[in-house]
């Protein structure tokens, strides 16, 4: 059975840092993206950051240049390095693992459950 931990979340100042980890297990997913994704009150999740088989990384613009995702293939673990954080960032955030199952690409979603990230002084 996969499961996805995510660990990491708390409460944080502004301009403060978090790091998010996510620790898969029952399966490897070394060569599959990874990503995170976060779903503030009202609103829907959204694609934060995500990281290719071959580490090529993709960031909503809100979060680029503030936010690092990377990933240890060894600890089948991906990160999520977040600084200078804003009001806005309050979310709970989500690990994602995409196993892609065909060369045509289609590909199945696991979810970690979540972990909360709130900014505020």
């Known amino acids: 059975q996969v499961q996805l931990v995510e660990s990491g979340g708390g409460l944080v100042q502004p301009g403060g840092s978090l790091r998010l980890s996510c620790a898969a297990s029952?399966?490897?997913?070394?060569?599959?993206?990874m990503g995170w994704y976060r779903q503030a009150p009202g609103k829907e999740r959204e694609l934060v950051a995500r990281?290719?088989?071959?580490?090529?990384?993709n960031y909503v613009d809100s979060v680029k240049g503030r936010f690092t995702i990377s990933r240890d293939d060894a600890k089948n673990t991906v990160y999520l390095q977040m600084n200078s954080l804003k009001p806005e960032d309050t979310a709970v955030y989500y690990c994602?693992?995409?196993?892609?199952?065909?060369?045509?690409?289609?590909?199945?979603?696991?979810w970690g459950q979540g972990t909360q990230v709130t900014v505020s002084s």
């Open positions: 029952g399966r490897r997913f070394s060569g599959n993206p």
């Open positions: 994602n693992a995409r196993l892609i199952v065909n060369v045509e690409g289609a590909y199945y979603d696991y």
């Open positions: 990281i290719t088989g071959g580490g090529n990384t």
